[in-house]
């Protein structure tokens, strides 16, 4: 009988029910619709009046109590419902559209009750589209898996859109079970996952556009077709205000949904996670947020309040997209780097990891703010401690080449590498630090933990400031210490109004009045005012802080310092330490020399002069023996010719002579130069211009054996 009764139980898309008139029809039909109009949802207006706020309380009532009704529905009249009526789908897609965003500003005339409301219908809202995104909901009530992935993708139950909606409303407070709700929807719908690609392609026109329009020239150029005259080429600054709002609005919401989208998305954002996209995501950043941040306070004729409400909104984009590309890169390649067992796909993934951050240079605004908020460096000794071989150079040259960028954040990044030594520090961040925490840390926590030091606090406090100006500083402390000294789940835990009982009494406009007693019974030193920025104190110079750097040290040693040319001589320009090594040399020399004469009988053995003569006969030198045979033959012609001379009776001519020339002479030599005379005047010459021809190099010549040695 349990076997048969198991036979029965089919799928709803399977099963078929009798109507009034005994007709069979499928169990999902439009015959089991009841007749409900359900209303669309309308957002309150900025500054509603007590007429709107009633007219939106009755229609979220409505709302309210349909869904109520709804969610009550069996499994076959639930889903006969949401595939047969025309009404309740706009009806769910007008809450994903219009409901207000974390960043933006509560109504002024918002009731308690109307508040509660508000919440009810945020929750039942959620709590259909879980039952729209579950295809088993127990034994007996279910669908096949094929049929589920069809009918919900035929229908439009679920889109790329509408996935990035819920991730914006719901993933701060339920980021988990909105991360098994979309899991279930891309597995039995493979589909929705090529619908994420192609979507990129929007979303990377929609990034050029916001360039575009940013940098205030005509959006797409001329393939564009026509440009209104009165946007058409308008810089920020001379936009009117509704265009420069929508332009705000435009990059605040989507940076804040790509980055929820990513942060439920985290095991199918592989699409979202390539080089491009990071490079686009930073390019926005380059081109957006400091022009944003700059027309801001360059626009003139706005209020106060929308010029605030303005700058709010860019701090919220800019922490959401340095957040999505810090999330991108840990999810995508650092993670996979320190949990692949593969070695060559760990190295491979490290590679594209600091190729992208390389990339990233070229966007100097962003690679800066990026570096101060997340720290590149904790990126790479991530990779580092995970034991895959990476290229140091290259990440050396990334960080000297971000630390050498000129911005505003060098004395905050001098202060977070190099902070001043403390002998407590706080409590290490968790390891999801740069993206939102899926529960904040317990209240108890901050209250025992060792609290930072003074500048640290003020550090993270102007943090949260950044992004809630609204907020006093002895307020954002109270939660801060409440946290666990915890930037990210202060922020989160305020934006979603998810304080403890303890902290959602206090005044949020209290200022700090007295500055906090150091933990751990230190006693507070008296704290010097900051000095006065002057413009010496900005010149940046590549002697500052050297021991002659009269303008930061008060004392300098003045017997180091000379005037002029100081005499050199042989002992001053050897130096102590040159001379040291120079006698080492000289006594080892010595030593060295004595101690082979005396361990060596030298000349013991040798031969005396008379030995040698003995052994061999005495040569004369070739060059001695051809200038004494020259002596020779010359004393013997004079003895020829004085000979002829007195044969002949000194009148005639010798013999073999021609008469009437002159007998030939012995060879004479004469000084260079020439004769005496000749040789005085050539000497007075070279004494002369000695200065041109003699003296020209020898100061260089001078100069190059000092260098080498020579003295």
Not at 138 to 146: D, G, I, L, R, V
Not at 417 to 438: D, Q, Y
Not at 593 to 621: H, I, K, M, Q
Request: contains cysteine; hydrophobic residues 35%.
């Amino acid at each position: 009988s349990i076997m048969a009764a198991a036979k029965k139980i089919l799928a709803l898309d399977k099963q078929f029910l009798t109507a009034e008139n005994n007709e069979k029809l499928p169990a999902i039909h439009k015959k089991w619709v009841e007749k409900i109009h359900f209303a669309k949802y309308q957002p309150l207006p900025p500054n509603p009046s007590d007429a709107d706020v009633e007219a939106w309380t009755e229609r979220m009532t409505f709302i309210k109590e349909d869904l109520s009704w709804l969610l009550r529905q069996s499994h076959q009249k639930f889903w006969s419902q949401v595939l047969h009526d025309d009404t309740l789908v706009p009806s769910l897609d007008s809450y994903l559209q219009y409901a207000p965003r974390t960043f933006d500003p509560a109504p002024l005339k918002l009731r308690k009750n109307a508040a509660v409301l508000q919440k009810d219908v945020h929750r039942s809202v959620f709590m259909v589209f879980v039952r729209l995104s579950t295809h088993r909901e127990s034994k007996e009530n279910f669908f096949t898996p094929a049929f589920f992935g069809n009918m919900i993708y035929d229908n439009f139950i679920f889109d790329v859109a509408k996935l990035m909606d819920l991730c914006v409303l719901y993933g701060p407070s339920n980021q988990k079970l909105l991360t098994n709700m979309v899991s279930n929807i891309f597995k039995h719908q493979p589909k929705y996952s090529d619908d994420l690609e192609a979507s990129l392609v929007t979303i990377y026109e929609t990034f050029e556009n916001l360039r575009t329009k940013c940098s205030g020239e005509p959006v797409g150029g001329a393939a564009a077709g026509p440009q209104r005259l009165d946007s058409a080429g308008l810089t920020l600054v001379e936009m009117s205000v509704g265009q420069f709002d929508d332009i705000i609005n435009y990059v605040t919401d989507i940076s804040h949904t790509l980055l929820a989208l990513v942060d439920v998305f985290k095991s199918n954002s592989s699409a979202l996670a390539g080089p491009y996209f990071v490079w686009n995501v930073a390019a926005l950043y380059e081109a957006a947020v400091p022009k944003l941040a700059a027309a801001v306070g360059q626009r003139d004729g706005d209020s106060p309040e929308v010029k605030g409400r303005w700058k709010r909104k860019v701090k919220v984009a800019k922490h959401c997209l340095l957040g999505l590309v810090d999330s991108l890169l840990t999810s995508g390649y650092v993670e996979v780097v320190r949990e692949s067992e593969d070695r060559g796909v760990a190295e491979r993934v490290a590679d594209e990891f600091i190729d992208i951050v390389a990339s990233l240079l070229s966007e100097r605004h962003f690679i800066v703010d990026f570096d101060v908020k997340f720290d590149l460096g904790t990126g790479f000794e991530r990779l580092r401690a995970s034991g895959v071989a990476v290229d140091t150079t290259r990440i050396d040259y990334i960080l000297a080449a971000v630390d050498n960028f000129e911005d505003d954040s060098k004395k905050l990044k001098k202060i977070r590498r190099h902070p001043p030594p403390a002998e407590k520090k706080p409590p290490p961040p968790p390891a999801h630090v740069g993206r939102r925490s899926e529960t904040p840390p317990e209240v108890t926590e901050g209250a025992s933990a060792p609290g930072p030091a003074e500048f640290e606090m003020v550090s993270m406090i102007s943090s949260v400031k950044d992004l809630l100006p609204d907020f006093g500083d002895g307020f954002v402390e109270a939660c801060l210490e409440a946290f666990g000294f915890h930037v990210e789940s202060v922020i989160n835990a305020i934006l979603e109004d998810n304080l403890p009982p303890s902290l959602a009494t206090l005044d949020r406009a209290a200022p700090r009045t007295v500055a906090p007693a150091p933990r751990g019974g230190e006693e507070s030193a008296p704290q010097d005012p900051p000095p006065e920025e002057t413009l010496l104190s900005r010149r940046s110079n590549v002697y500052d802080d050297d021991e002659f750097d009269v303008f930061r040290n008060d004392r300098v040693d003045a017997t180091r310092v000379h005037q002029g040319k100081r005499e050199r001589t042989v002992a001053a320009a050897i130096g102590p330490k040159i001379r040291e090594v120079l006698t080492s040399f000289v006594d080892m020399y010595e030593d060295e020399y004595d101690d082979t004469y005396d361990e060596n009988s030298v000349g013991a053995t040798d031969a005396t002069a008379d030995e040698l003569t003995a052994r061999r006969a005495f040569v004369t030198p070739r060059v001695l023996a051809a200038g004494a045979a020259d002596s020779e033959e010359s004393e013997d012609d004079e003895t020829d010719l004085r000979r002829n001379e007195n044969r002949e009776g000194g009148g005639g001519a010798p013999v073999g002579v021609i008469p009437g020339l002159m007998p030939p002479k012995h060879r004479t030599f004469q000084p260079r130069g020439g004769s005496h005379g000749n040789q005085e005047r050539q000497r007075q010459q070279k004494e002369k211009h000695k200065s041109s021809s003699g003296n020209h190099n020898r100061k260089r010549m001078a100069g190059r054996k000092l260098r080498g040695g020579m003295f």
